[in-house]
DNA sequence: TTGAAAGCGCTAACAA
DNA sequence: TTGTTAGCGCTTTCAA
């Protein structure tokens, strides 16, 4: 139920009147437009008489400088566009608050624009799209197959950098080691006695992403057997469909998931069909998002430090609109955060 | 553990070369760059043959059109800012998500622009940076202080839309009707038996939040005791802190949550200090956040319709844009869901 | 259908 | 210290 009301009246002025130019306030200051120019940048010296007329003026007139023609006369743009397929999901609005935050710290700000599909051509079209804005450079955000093919898109001319996948050394990269911490996640249900751990995947930028890599190295290394893979969606309601389904097969005892969402769901999956976590079942996510620590039982998971993906993500960029024109890597390690998702399996 | 490497190469030319200009299109194309011009905007005929030269000239340059100057030229900005003090909260996120969707439909871009601190000096900073970009518009998120400096800070002549927050006839605003979903969802709790319901807020735009003022209208109207407010912060964990607390006492029988993440914590601290959901005490929450489904107890909430909400605003702001002058208002009434959270009160 | 000319709002280079 | 001149890259008259 929406209701839209209209008040009309006295704003009629905002959208007509155009906005007052530079020139106008060398008029009203009785100065010459370059002087008005240099009390706004500062650049050059302005006597105090002066000066003081044009921030007068400026005042009366409510002149704010037009970012279009800075932009345009300067050549330095200050919008930085982030790529991406979700704005909303955890991993991806926390990435992208990392890159705000840097951004912001260095005078630029971050248009987000998203690509919900990931063709060729959806790609194509929302890259010429984007660079018909005034922007210094461009992050992709590569946690899924659109960022694969927004990359494949983009002009070889312009700044960017990818944000975890596939690795590559054509393009700078800011990631996180994910098949290390899939793997030192895996060997650390093992370790609890753990004949095997089934894997339950969020959708990945490849036929296999880099946690599922992990996964497979450390049943492969301890001589388990790799179960088959169980694809959820990005809602964790998928997830607790599939823990229904576990619940009947008793040969599952931990579960390694693909996000701590789909933990959360595949744990009320299970528990809905009376199995106890971690007493019956061990379940592990990945991410370490806010709520893991206060759901029951605390999720044992990988903590992602996205914030800080997004934050090495744009000094990256940073480095090449700076002139620094090779192409880098950053990568971080992060952590096993044992909790109470995970024990031991039961004696049978 | 952050590493960073370096590989040299193959890029060098990526910043330092300057791009194409429309000229150099022209010169290549043996044509004038008005007809280049005619041939990227479509505004009029040109002929087969030259279209084609201007065409290749195009690919062979990797010619894209300067941003800036068409918006110089054009005076038509196709980015609207989005000024917020957060963007990895829940609700935040969402109505990012729904502002960013409608944008995009109509070939705007959105630009975020985060103030962290609720101070009229950062406001008036923030306002200043973000007016040097060439923006069509701006949209406040009012759901807290911040946004409240900030729409003080804005200078009268720009396009505006306020989410959320205190009505006011000065702007156009879109908000959900917090006041009445309040009331009804207290006014649920109140009828499945219990005396009276505490509250816990989270951070709100102002001394009290409007869902705030609808638990304290349905307690007064129903003739209950109105308890103190229990005042939390985003975080959930400090719902935690608050259930283990109120935990001990036993006259709460019913709490109602300034959002769902905080019902979660809340649950999850009575639960840790012994007591029982809904059974011996009954929780909602307000959003609908997507774990609220999940969670068990399911949560009994109000669903607040974020991205909606962000379409709406955006809405607002085009008709704007497109030259209508008067302030208008959105409002829409979200529903209450009920799920396991809340029961009737243990009978003493 | 095409090109020449003008101009968007601003900053930078040059003289004065 | 100041103003004049030029020019950023593009679109939009205006003639031809």
Redesign the interface.
């Known amino acids: 139920?929406?209701?839209?009301?209209?008040?009309?009246?006295?704003?009629?002025?905002?959208?007509?009147?155009?906005?007052a130019s530079i020139a106008d306030v060398a008029r009203v200051a009785g100065v010459s437009v370059p002087t008005v120019s240099r009390v706004l940048t500062g650049a050059a010296k302005v006597s105090p008489d002066k000066r003081d007329r044009v921030l007068l003026a400026i005042d009366e007139l409510?002149y704010?400088?037009?970012?279009?023609?800075?932009?345009?006369v300067s050549?330095k743009?200050?919008?930085i566009?982030v790529m991406t397929s979700e704005?909303?999901i955890?991993g991806y609005?926390?990435t992208?608050?990392g890159i705000?935050?840097a951004a912001?710290a260095e005078?630029y700000?971050?248009?987000?624009?998203?690509v919900e599909n990931p063709t060729e051509d959806e790609a194509q079209r929302a890259v010429e799209?984007?660079?018909?804005?005034?922007?210094a450079g461009i992050i992709v955000l590569k946690f899924d197959p659109v960022g694969v093919r927004v990359l494949e898109a983009l002009?070889?001319?312009?700044?960017r950098v990818a944000v975890s996948g596939e690795v590559s050394?054509?393009v700078s990269q800011a990631s996180i080691e994910e098949v290390a911490a899939g793997e030192e996640i895996v060997r650390y249900l093992l370790s609890l006695g753990h004949p095997t751990v089934h894997h339950v995947t969020v959708p990945a930028s490849r036929d296999e992403d880099h946690r599922t890599t992990g996964w497979r190295n450390a049943l492969v290394e301890a001589g388990a057997e790799v179960p088959e893979i169980i694809p959820a969606t990005w809602?964790?309601?998928s997830?607790?469909r599939i823990g229904r389904r576990l619940a009947a097969d008793d040969s599952v005892t931990a579960i390694f998931c693909g996000n701590d969402?789909i933990a959360?769901?595949v744990i009320?999956g299970l528990?809905?069909a009376g199995r106890n976590v971690p007493a019956d079942v061990s379940v592990v996510g990945f991410d370490d998002h806010?709520?893991a620590?206060?759901?029951?039982p605390g999720i044992t998971t990988i903590a992602q430090d996205f914030p800080?993906l997004g934050r090495?993500a744009f000094e990256l960029l940073q480095a090449?609109?700076d002139?620094?024109?090779?192409?880098?890597?950053?990568?971080?390690?992060p952590p096993l955060v044992v909790r109470e998702s995970a024990g031991p399996p039961r004696v049978r």
């Open positions: 139920m929406t209701e839209v009301s209209q008040y009309s009246g006295h704003t009629m002025s905002r959208a007509t009147a155009k906005p409510g704010r400088p037009n970012g279009a023609a800075r932009a345009l050549g743009q200050r919008i566009a704005t909303a955890f609005s926390a992208i608050q705000e935050t912001r005078g700000f971050v248009v987000i624009s998203v799209l984007v660079l018909g804005q005034p922007l002009p070889p001319d312009i700044p050394d054509e809602d964790a309601s997830g607790v969402e959360m769901g009320t528990s809905d806010p709520l620590r206060i759901w029951r800080g090495r090449q609109l002139g620094d024109a090779a192409v880098a890597r950053s990568t971080s390690r």
